[in-house]
């Protein structure tokens, strides 16, 4: 069966210092994994996506993410979090069809 | 929002009654989808279209109907409104379907009392 975990509901990090997002992932064959970000409402935004190649991908706003076969993991990255960076998270697996994850609330503290 | 627009933004009706939210778009894409999302769920597909007058059904299509007679628009009913209805609706859609990356619209928000 297709799914996709995101374990935490929320994350806390101060300005300035790097942020982790998680997301495990269960599919056949070879995943289509996305990453999308949703503010007060708005409609979701696309971030990044991963379908084949280099298992770290760059994406809108200085945000990566990393894709982890072994691991069966994309857990999405940034640097330095800006407070501008919070909002809701979510990690989509492509197998029959697009399926999200309950979404990671990130906030981020000045 | 990726010329997609939804109407109305926000509606309150009464349980029993049918709704109509419509999805516009202006990238004449092939792939249109109808989202609900609620909390702790995140975003769960009610049907897609892969083209007019092709239509199928998602994971939580029960109590929901669509229809597509123009390539741009994407029509999500209700036939009778219930409170388990109550969510935010999204639209989106995509080019090609197996890259599979969506846009989305900007919601509508959906009261059923």
């Known amino acids: 069966a297709q799914s996709v975990a995101q374990p935490e509901d929320q994350v806390n990090v101060a300005e300035g210092n790097p942020l982790t997002v998680k997301c495990t992932y269960s599919?056949?064959?070879?995943?289509?994994l996305f990453w999308y970000v949703q503010y007060p409402n708005r409609g979701l935004q696309f971030l990044l996506k991963?379908?084949?190649?280099?298992?770290l991908v760059k994406g809108s706003y200085g945000f990566e993410a990393e894709f982890n076969k072994s691991q069966t993991s994309f857990h999405l990255k940034k640097p330095s979090a800006l407070v501008s960076d919070s909002a809701l998270y979510f990690c989509?697996?492509?197998?029959?069809?697009?399926?999200f994850g309950a979404g990671t609330r990130l906030a981020v503290h000045p | 929002d990726a010329g997609i627009t939804q109407s109305p933004r926000h509606k309150v009706t009464e349980t029993g009654t049918p709704v109509t939210l419509r999805c516009h778009q202006t990238?004449?894409?092939?792939?249109m989808y109808w989202y609900r999302q609620d909390p702790g769920h995140g975003l769960r597909l009610i049907h897609y279209?892969?083209?007019?007058?092709?239509?199928d059904k998602g994971e939580v299509s029960d109590g929901y109907s669509v229809s597509r007679s123009k390539t741009e628009d994407f029509l999500l009913t209700l036939e009778s409104a219930t409170s388990s209805q109550t969510s935010v609706y999204f639209c989106?859609?995509?080019?090609?379907?197996?890259?599979?990356?969506?846009?989305f619209g900007p919601g509508t928000r959906l009261l059923v009392l």
């Open positions: 989106a859609i995509s080019e090609d379907r197996a890259e599979e990356t969506q846009y």
């Open positions: 599919v056949s064959g070879n995943p289509y």
């Open positions: 991963y379908i084949t190649g280099d298992n």
């Open positions: 989509a697996v492509r197998g029959l069809k697009l399926i």
């Open positions: 990238e004449n894409h092939r792939y």
């Open positions: 279209s892969y083209g007019v007058k092709d239509t």
